[in-house]
């Protein structure tokens, strides 16, 4: 069974810092790509970076480019998305999910955790 669970969610004031993780169980971790998706209250769902299996070639929304970093631990089955220089703007359900291909869209992703909110508040 595909299990994924995202934590390290919080409030946080702008301008600051969170690292999330999401801990991958059920798949062979090691041969996908990896994705973080958000949701923000009343809004649908935004792509917002990928990973490929290796670790090698990652990719970012404008929205989020330069401030925030995906990774990944294959012997953790572990995918990371430390998020810098938050902004209300950022505050978000996120999600991880497996999937195939490198891609900027939402196609493709078949399992989800339950998310991790992020809250960015002063």
């Known amino acids: 069974e595909v299990q994924l669970v995202e934590s390290g969610g919080g409030l946080v004031q702008p301008g600051g810092s969170l690292r999330l993780s999401c801990a991958a169980s059920g798949f062979t971790f090691i041969t996908y790509v990896m994705t973080w998706v958000r949701q923000a209250p009343g809004k649908g769902l935004e792509w917002v970076s990928d990973?490929?299996?290796?670790?090698?070639?990652?990719n970012y929304a404008d929205s989020v480019k330069g401030r925030f970093t995906i990774s990944r631990d294959n012997a953790k089955n572990t995918l990371y998305l430390q998020l810098n220089s938050l902004k209300p703007e950022d505050t978000a359900v996120y999600y991880c999910?497996?999937?195939?291909?490198?891609?900027?869209?939402?196609?493709?992703?078949?399992?989800w955790g339950k998310g991790t909110l992020v809250t960015v508040s002063s």
């Open positions: 990973i490929d299996s290796g670790g090698g070639i990652t």
């Open positions: 999910a497996p999937r195939l291909y490198l891609a900027r869209h939402l196609d493709g992703m078949d399992y």
